[in-house]
């Protein structure tokens, strides 16, 4: 009797155990994005199943359905930039050409400026340069003489303006000089550069690295390190350098180990929080406002026309305090990736640009004063790299380079200039002018009836699409012929330092017009049969079925 008790006991227990653990592992997959991007198994699988194929010129113009006169136009608009691209753009290509049979780096970069499909016949006629030979003010020029309008703010360096930065770089290695690149000891700028990091951040300590993907990895070590505790919560689409456990998908060889990938400004991904047991960590990384649960946008996937974005400032600052509350409730450490962001949104970061305090933030390519540099920013006791009553229990993290001086001496002179009333003056008003400047454009392209418009957050801005389209990406190659310098991703972001005047946006505003106007001209954006982004992509798929030879 006793023993069939026990056993009822034992049953009952394990039933409920079993119970739970299933309702656990449900709320987790609801928490997970609908997309393969949410899915990051599944997304590896299926993108080892696409075929290549490549269309050749006579399939190349009317994979849409467009009729003879229609293609005829695109060719011939197509090879009037072919010619124009060879005249303009001579040492520049020549020169990246040659680089990339030894850079692994153009390489990618040049197969993947459009859909796959198309890039051959592309990556023939429509050579890009990868190479500039100066900058100033809004402006580069390459090798060829050609000066173009910067869109593409070095990756989101470029804060403050070329001619800052250059300053900075020369300024900060005079105020090292003395000293020259001893690395191991530390300059007495970086006493200075700390002080005002702890402003600026509202954190206790800091430790400095050699890349934000450095920072960001040291940060989620330490979180893991402190709350003895494993995986870390990453959003769908975000993006927090190349490492392993922050890039489980394509890309990544390696299966996601400890790392769950979840919605953004979700209930479900909450549910989450407050139930797992083994979660250390949640990254943000606040540029996701603008496109939340969505990979950077780059032209290689603007297979049609539904890119989308939008940006609710005060949708994402009431996510981003919810996410606050359960973190705070549930002893997550909540990090701020700003590696990108920070110092664009605000004085203060996306920490003041939200009104949201996080746990740890990181910062890097925006504050390095155009040297490399990454930086966590945290609470005293999540900082730490020992235990004191514990001598062998340790979180190591070192960098050969970490508080380079030459680093030191130019994030120094960044830095100082956040206190300059010019520099505050930018700050004062900056989404009053970015927002002005987005809504002119767009009010002009609809009075035109071009079918772009630009979606902003602040200074950084993404293009979408309003009618469907298979050719949306060739759109990029108007630009850089109408003097627009985009980075290798195409329309998917432009970049804009906040030294842009209103008569610099004056005159990017008349080139974006012109190229879109040319892009129609030339019949890249005809849809008369009807067609939809459902109906474009059907057709992907039956390509990828059945096949397509070049």
């Known amino acids: 009797m006793e023993n069939q008790l ?19 592992r449900l709320q987790l997959s609801m928490a997970k994005h609908p997309s393969l991007a949410g899915h990051s198994r599944m997304a590896k699988r299926v993108a080892r199943l696409i075929p290549h194929y490549s269309f050749n010129q006579d399939v190349f113009f009317k994979v849409d359905g467009a009729p003879q ?25 020549e020169l990246t050409n040659q680089a990339a049979e030894v850079i692994s780096d153009l390489q990618f970069t040049g197969r993947y400026r459009v859909p796959f499909q198309f890039s051959d016949l592309v990556s023939k006629h429509l050579k890009s340069g990868s190479f500039m030979q100066s900058s100033s003010g809004v402006s580069m ?20 303006g070329y001619d800052f930065y250059k300053n900075a770089i020369e300024e900060g290695a005079k105020r090292v000089s003395d000293l020259g690149p001893v690395l191991g000891f530390y300059h007495p700028i970086v006493a200075d550069n700390v002080k005002r990091l702890k402003e600026v951040s509202g954190h206790d300590e800091i430790s400095f690295h050699m890349s934000g993907t450095e920072a960001v990895m040291q940060a989620v070590r330490l979180a893991r390190y402190h709350t003895k505790k494993s995986h870390v919560v990453r959003f769908c689409g975000a993006y927090h350098g190349w490492w392993e456990d922050v890039q489980p998908g394509i890309g990544n060889p390696l299966p996601p180990r400890e790392t769950y990938t979840l919605k953004e400004v979700d209930q479900d991904t909450l549910r989450v929080l407050r139930n797992k047991k083994n979660i250390a960590c949640v990254l943000v990384n606040p ?64 920490q003041e640009y939200f009104g949201v305090k996080a746990d740890m933030v990181t910062y890097g390519k925006t504050l390095g004063g155009g040297l490399p540099i990454g930086v966590v920013c945290g609470k005293k006791e999540l900082m730490m790299r020992f235990k004191a009553n514990k001598p062998a229990d340790i979180c190591f993290a070192r960098g050969t380079f970490n ?41 002009s392209l609809l009075t035109l009836n071009l079918p772009v418009k630009v979606v902003n957050m602040s200074s950084i801005w993404t293009i979408c699409y309003t009618e469907p389209s298979r050719y949306n990406w060739m759109f990029q ?57 459902k109906i474009i992509k059907r057709q992907i798929l039956k390509e990828m079925i059945f096949g397509r030879k070049s």
């Not at 229609?70 to 040492?91: D, N, P, Q, V, W």
């Not at 949708?315 to 305090?321: C, N, S």
């Not at 290798?488 to 008349?510: C, H, K, P």
């Open 141 to 160: 020029t390459d090798l060829d003489g050609n000066i173009f309008y910067d869109l593409t703010g070095s990756y989101g360096v470029n804060v403050l």
């Open 6 to 24: 026990a056993l009822s006991i034992f049953g009952a227990g394990l039933g409920l155990w079993i119970i739970k653990k299933v309702y656990t």
């Open 287 to 350: 540029l996701q406002a603008l496109h939340p649960n969505k990979g950077a946008p780059g032209d290689s996937s603007l297979l049609d026309s539904s890119r989308n974005a939008f940006f609710d400032r005060e949708a994402y600052t009431k996510w981003l305090k919810e996410l606050r509350q359960v973190c705070s409730d549930k002893g997550i450490v909540l990090i701020f990736d700003e590696v990108f962001v920070g110092f664009r949104l605000a004085l203060g970061g996306a």
């Open 69 to 93: 006169e229609i293609a005829l136009l695109r060719e011939a608009g197509f090879m009037r930039l072919s010619k124009a691209y060879k005249e303009r753009f001579t040492k520049s290509v």
């Open 403 to 443: 508080s380079h001086p030459y680093v030191m001496g130019a994030m120094q002179v960044f830095l100082e200039s956040l206190d300059t009333d010019p520099v505050k003056k930018i700050y004062s008003d900056l989404d009053v002018v970015w927002d002005r400047r987005a809504n002119d454009l767009n009010e």
């Open 477 to 533: 190659y108007y630009l850089k012929e109408q003097g627009l310098a985009l980075s290798w991703i195409g329309t998917g972001r432009f970049i804009f330092s906040l030294n842009y005047s209103d008569a610099d946006m004056a005159i990017v505003q008349e080139k974006f017009i012109r190229a879109a106007q040319a892009m129609k001209q030339d019949g890249w954006w005809w849809n008369e049969g009807g067609l939809t982004n």
